[in-house]
């Protein structure tokens, strides 16, 4: 059944799954953002309740009872953390997430209410019990007791993320849920800290404060029992799950069921080795935040005031990274960004390691040292947060959903059982010698400077431990930073490819990169079928053993096992990647598919998934000009897109899926040009650029550089000289184009003179109509102007330093795109010659301006063929265009005649009447460098261009699931040949879209094998 969807190319062939997507997506969005709100007043609450309890405690006692405060309010937070791990996490499985959330919230008012009380009741009252007050201990105790509930309830908080959240988001939902518990922590201290300085402590009795003496806890109250209260009504809002292991026995035995969690976690390898990285990360995080307190003391510091701004230098540099992690991880997981992270850490931790002393002036001011210390602290907490991220969210997607509970809660029993012994190993290494000289106070075993050290040492050691732990995701990073330091790199629709069983993926191949780049593309592993000899060096190597690449050779036993290879990864439910032109295309365009996708999928059941590489062309490492590297890139950081198309049912044959193939290439080539190319600006550029050189020759033979040009359109108001009907072939005709253009007045494609229209020039004023067919009322703007260029530039080669010149008329096929504009759009040198012009005056044009393409007319060709008027050497390509392949025997002729005059053979340009642009092109004989690769078959009009696809029959993309076109009026069951690119003239109402234009051609025409376009016999 067809489709019913506005042909808008890739995006209507989507549009129903990116509506699911978007709708799905909303919901997510909705759960994630009550879950983010319910983490922050969580985070926020434990924090007010914890220092408060501290604070007041130390305004309750004195003397060493104030480490005892200090010890109790944190370890009584933390403790629960390891102690409860079994139970935490047995609840987060067997019951569904969102309940317990609410339960622990619930019993979170409840210790809120009884904190409150116990503030009321006064910290001072009460007996005494080891040195404290009985009223300090209930609120110390409510500390205890909060913990316990943070405890149980952080399994189930962190296991709803992957629960709500897409895979390809989760990192990100990971960077943002660590900002925003940084932010959270920060909020919840400086909130404690300040309600625990304006609570007064009253005197000691053992009777509870009438309601006027409470008063002093009513600001304390408010803020835990409403923090409380909101982070309930904030879990009701979270999207209901059903528990992920229902059928969970009870732990009976604690410390066993402890036990079989670490067991089951060790057995997991890579979710082992992601657990210690986590570790890792929070034990150093928790160590450094204490060296950074005696970094500043040995660099100064006199008050704790001086401290805290370089203590929010880390924290907001953790936040930072977190967010940044997740930024730079759209499409999903990212594991290649812990070494990342890691080796960031390293050179921060060095950094301080070795920065200057003192940090702080006598005078207490901030001098340079001070802001290295500041810099060199938040690239710290950066690179911790890069480090972090993708751990915890590659172990939440990676833990399987029965057991993630249980291996959340048992990881944060591993991350504070670390915390405990680093803190151990500090105070170790800061402990104090003896003292050399007695009343001298000793000096610590390590200072600050030197433990910051260790620290670089032991990031460095992580980030190799990480690559060793994921070579294939490090690698995948490593590539992915060259290709996007080299390109504006971007994927589109990866989402297509199945998540799951055997696929093919087919793409195009422009380039030496293309192999790495399909790798990053896809959302799953894709082994790609590469050419082993390509395949050189130790880092190339490993690369391909890594990737699991298929290699092959041109033996035939070699090409046997990879065959053999790629059949039995398929049936195994691997995604082979296979670039089916069987090599680099060095036109540019799409080449005839070899016999082994047709081999591999007789054997294979599987879906075909197209995938389309847009923009290398230009690139140093394409073959445009015909050479590889030895050329300067057309453009710094190109766009380079990648974009699939839906899979292609099982049983599509090689020729369908390299016409799907070429229907996403005239997507693609259609909204990049729409975005990145300007008529304006490109035709003054080009003007300026050859203003002392020649562009237009008259019929008298008076010559005009591009300075001329810009003078006449300096002179006269262009607007005005274009409305008085100067003709658009030389003498006035470029000025007259350029003029057109400029004024956003569009050509007649017919006569070359102003458009009868002027309401659609009002109408299209933004994205301008640059020439139009009034008869079919359609045209072309810019974008398709450049298509076709930029097809002409691969099929010819076209170098920086050729020289191009036209002599076509009104009327003619590619008149405008090659005849007026050819120069600006191809950005070479051009000549555009009155038609006019003498055979013998056209050959001296080609000699006196070193003439290397020539665009003209067929009866151009035959006359100067016809009398032996010789062109200069220079001259290496003849292009014809042709509107109507039932010329094409006299335009043969024509080609035979001046071949065996000058030895130079004229190709076609086929332009089909009423598409209005470029669609098929022959290679011309002496621009062919590859004699492997098929340019030229002179009985046909040219292979199909890039950025045009031809079907043979308009039915074909039904049987393939391809849009329908009903709307443009193009019936699934026609049978006509059918031609949609992005160089053909798009209907008037429609020529701002970013889809390719859709017609139905007037002659039936064949796609032979190797992409040519050949008349059909009789259907």
């Known amino acids: 059944m067809s489709m019913q969807q506005t042909p808008s190319g890739h995006k209507q062939d989507t549009q129903n799954t990116e509506q699911q997507e978007q709708r799905r997506d909303a919901r997510a969005g909705s759960g994630f953002n009550a879950l983010v709100a319910l983490r922050v007043l969580t985070v926020v609450n434990d924090n007010v309740l914890r220092w408060l309890a501290i604070g007041l405690g130390k305004q309750a006692v004195t003397g060493g009872q104030v480490a005892v405060v200090l010890t109790v309010g944190t370890a009584g937070f933390v403790l629960p953390f390891v102690l409860l791990a079994w139970l935490a996490g047995y609840l987060a499985d067997r019951y569904p997430k969102r309940s317990v959330i609410m339960w622990c919230k619930f019993a979170e008012i409840l210790i809120a209410a009884a904190a409150a009380a116990a503030v009321a009741w006064g910290v001072r009252s009460g007996d005494s019990f080891i040195g404290l007050p009985a009223g300090l201990w209930l609120l110390l105790g409510t500390v205890v007791v909060i913990g316990c509930q943070a405890a149980l309830l952080a399994p189930s908080v962190i296991g709803t993320i992957p629960e709500i959240v897409p895979a390809n988001k989760l990192s990100h939902a990971n960077g943002i849920f660590a900002m925003a518990t940084l932010a959270a922590t920060l909020v919840g201290m400086a909130g404690g800290n300040w309600l625990a300085d304006s609570t007064p402590v009253p005197g000691s009795d053992s009777v509870v404060r009438s309601a006027a003496m409470v008063a002093h806890a009513v600001p304390a109250a408010v803020a835990l029992i409403g923090l409380a209260v909101a982070g309930w009504i904030a879990a009701w809002m979270l999207v209901p799950r059903v528990a992920a292991a229902p059928t969970m026995r009870p732990p009976w035995n604690a410390m066993a069921r402890t036990g079989a969690d670490l067991a089951d976690l060790f057995r997991r390898r890579e979710l082992s080795a992601t657990a210690a990285g986590i570790v890792f990360f929070w034990a150093l995080g928790a160590v450094a935040q204490l060296n950074v307190d005696q970094f500043a003391s040995e660099g100064g510091a006199t008050s ?598 000058f030895g130079i053979e004229p190709v076609v340009a086929f332009a089909p009447r009423g598409t209005g642009g470029l669609v098929a092109m022959n290679t011309p004989p002496a621009r062919a460098v590859a004699d492997h690769e098929i340019v030229f078959k002179r009985d046909t009009v040219g292979r199909v261009i890039n950025g045009v696809v031809v079907w043979p029959q308009a039915s074909m993309r039904e049987k393939l699931g391809r849009p329908s076109l009903a709307s443009r009026g193009i019936l699934a069951e026609e049978s006509g040949t059918l031609a949609i690119g992005a160089t053909l003239a798009l209907p008037f109402e429609q020529s701002q879209d970013d889809s390719p234009a859709a017609c139905l051609l007037d002659t039936a025409f064949d796609v032979d094998k190797d992409g040519f376009l050949v008349p059909a016999l009789e259907r």
């Open 304 to 901: 704790q005031s001086q401290i805290v701004p370089l203590l929010l230098s880390l924290v907001l540099g953790i936040g930072l990274g977190s967010v940044c992690a997740g930024r730079l991880s759209p499409r999903g997981v990212n594991r290649g960004l812990v070494p990342i992270g890691a080796i960031v850490m390293a050179v921060a931790s060095v950094c301080l390691a070795y920065s200057p002393q003192p940090i702080f002036l006598p005078d207490g001011s901030y001098g340079l040292a001070w802001w290295f210390a500041a810099v060199a602290l938040s690239l710290l907490g950066f690179g911790a947060g890069v480090f972090d991220v993708p751990l915890e969210a590659y172990f939440q997607e990676q833990s399987p959903a029965a057991r993630r509970g249980s291996l959340l809660a048992v990881t944060n029993l591993l991350t504070f059982a670390g915390i405990f012994v680093a803190s151990l190993l500090y105070g170790l290494l800061r402990s104090p010698l003896a003292a050399a000289v007695p009343g001298v106070e000793a000096a610590p075993l390590l200072s600050a400077r030197s433990i910051f050290g260790i620290f670089g040492g032991m990031a460095f050691a992580a980030a190799a431990v990480a690559v060793y732990a994921a070579p294939r995701a490090s690698l995948r990073m490593l590539v992915a930073s060259l290709v996007g330091l080299l390109y504006r790199f971007r994927v589109k629709h990866a989402d297509l490819m199945p998540a799951t069983g055997p696929v093919v993926v087919v793409a195009n191949h422009l380039s030496w990169l293309d192999g790495f780049i399909v790798v990053l593309a896809g959302l799953r592993p894709i082994r790609l079928v590469v050419y082993a000899p390509n395949i050189q060096g130790k880092f190339m190597r490993m690369l391909a053993d890594q990737w699991r690449f298929i290699l092959f050779d041109p033996r035939p036993k070699s090409i046997g096992t990879a065959m053999k290879t790629i059949q039995s990864g398929l049936a195994n439910g691997d995604a082979v990647g296979i670039f089916s032109e069987g090599g680099i295309s060095r036109t540019g365009q799409i080449l005839g598919f070899k016999r082994g996708l047709e081999w591999i999928l007789q054997r294979v059941e599987s879906p075909i998934v197209p995938l389309h590489i847009d923009g290398m062309w230009g690139s140093l490492l394409s073959f445009s000009e015909g050479r590889y590297f030895t050329k300067w890139p057309r453009g710094l950081r190109r766009p380079l897109t990648l974009t699939f198309g839906s899979p292609l049912p099982i049983g599509t044959s090689g020729h369908a899926a390299r016409l799907a193939i070429q229907e996403l290439t005239a997507v693609a080539v259609r909204e990049r040009l729409r975005q990145s190319r300007s008529a304006d600006r490109e035709l003054m550029a080009w003007l300026r650029r050859f203003r002392n050189d020649v562009v237009a020759i008259c019929a008298d033979g008076s010559r005009h550089t591009g300075a001329d040009v810009l003078k006449g359109l300096e002179r006269a108001n262009a607007k005005a000289l274009f409305q008085n009907g100067s003709h658009a072939a030389a003498p006035g005709g470029l000025l007259a184009a350029c003029s057109a253009l400029l004024a956003g007045e569009p050509l007649d494609l017919a006569t070359g003179l102003r458009a009868s229209t002027p309401e659609l020039s009002r109408r299209h004023r933004t994205r301008q109509l640059i020439a139009i067919d009034s008869a079919r009322s359609q045209g072309l703007d810019w974008a398709a102007l450049a298509a076709g260029a930029e097809a002409f530039d691969g099929a010819c080669l076209v170098r920086r330093d050729d020289r191009l010149l036209t002599s076509l008329e009104p009327g003619d096929p590619l008149f405008v795109q090659l005849g007026l504009y050819g120069g600006a759009l191809l950005g070479i040198r051009a000549v555009v010659a009155d038609r006019a012009r003498s055979t013998q005056l056209l050959a001296e044009v080609i000699a006196n301006e070193g003439i290397t393409i020539w665009v003209a007319r067929a009866e151009q060709v035959r006359a100067m063929a016809f009398e032996r008027v010789r062109p200069a050497q220079t001259l290496q390509a003849v292009v014809m265009p042709l509107d109507d392949c039932a010329q094409l025997s006299g335009t043969q002729q024509v080609a035979n005649e001046f071949r065996e005059a």
